[in-house]
């Protein structure tokens, strides 16, 4: 077995004996890594610190077939968000980034823009010159694009025609984006939201628009974060944990 290194956020650990963990990394490298840490919880373990939720640290792991853990042999801390200490909204924000990345993503898939994206949020999470909820908006627009999800704004979800400018907007998460007028006719579940609301989503999703979250009002904010929760729970099929603590 060949040792691999790696950059890896920790998003869950778990007791595996009196002297072992668990521990579920978010890597640049390998995408999602479950990892045994052999002496993982003794006061004095090789790992430290490192380990700690939230903590980004540079690992050394041996893969093992598939199926099994992987076993890690090394790890040292690179970086940690001590802001998210002292702004609770920032924390739960920095946990929600957590569960979604470790409940939803596959493990040995990587996606380093995805990885970028995480770490430059939980840096900003906290800070006095920017929005977190704003911010927590950029990564689910980054992640869910990453994954495959991203919604339809400027063409209807179901005909593909061009959405027209209307004060107000109607959003299917069956259909997995915005739909025209002619297609929310009868259709279930959607979601209404303003036109400022809809061009803001529009804004968060360029992909060269990096800081546009910077630019969203108090209202819009709110708008998209129901939308947001609501598209999220439609596709995990339930409702994370940590989102009850974000707000409507």
């Known amino acids: 077995m060949a040792a691999e290194k790696a950059t890896a956020l920790v998003l869950r650990t778990t007791d595996y004996s009196e002297s072992s963990r668990i521990a579920t990394l978010w890597t640049r490298e390998l995408g999602k890594v479950r990892v045994l840490a052999k002496g993982g919880r003794r006061l004095r373990s090789t790992f430290e610190s490192a380990l700690d939720l939230l903590t980004v640290a540079s690992i050394v792991l ?3 077939s598939s199926g099994s853990l992987d076993l890690l042999v090394e790890a040292r801390v690179v970086e940690r968000f001590p802001r998210l200490t002292r702004d609770l909204k920032a924390l ?15 493990e040995n898939d990587p996606h380093p823009k995805l990885f970028d ?6 840096r900003t999470f906290g800070s006095p010159e920017v929005p977190t909820a704003a911010r927590l908006l950029r990564f689910e627009t980054v992640l869910l694009r990453e994954l495959g999800y991203a919604p339809q704004t400027e063409r209807c979800a179901v005909c593909r025609q061009t959405i027209p400018q209307a004060s107000e907007q109607a959003f299917s ?7 025209c007028p002619k297609c929310r006719n ?8 303003s036109r400022s609301a809809w061009q803001a989503l529009r804004l968060l999703e ?3 628009a990096e800081d ?3 630019r969203i009002e108090p209202a819009e904010q709110k708008e998209l974060r129901g ?8 596709l995990l099929g339930r409702r994370p944990r940590t989102m009850l603590y974000l707000g409507e």
Do not use: C, M, P
Request: proline content about 0%.
């Open 92 to 106: 739960y924000a920095a946990y929600y980034v957590a569960e979604l990345l470790g409940d939803w993503t596959q």
């Open 117 to 122: 994206e995480a770490l430059d949020a939980l």
């Open 173 to 179: 998460a069956a259909a997995g984006g915005f739909v």
């Open 206 to 208: 360029g992909a060269e």
């Open 212 to 214: 546009a979250w910077k």
């Open 62 to 64: 041996l893969r093992k």
């Open 227 to 234: 939308l947001f929760n609501h598209y999220i729970s439609y």
């Open 186 to 193: 009868g259709r279930r579940g959607l979601v209404t939201v």
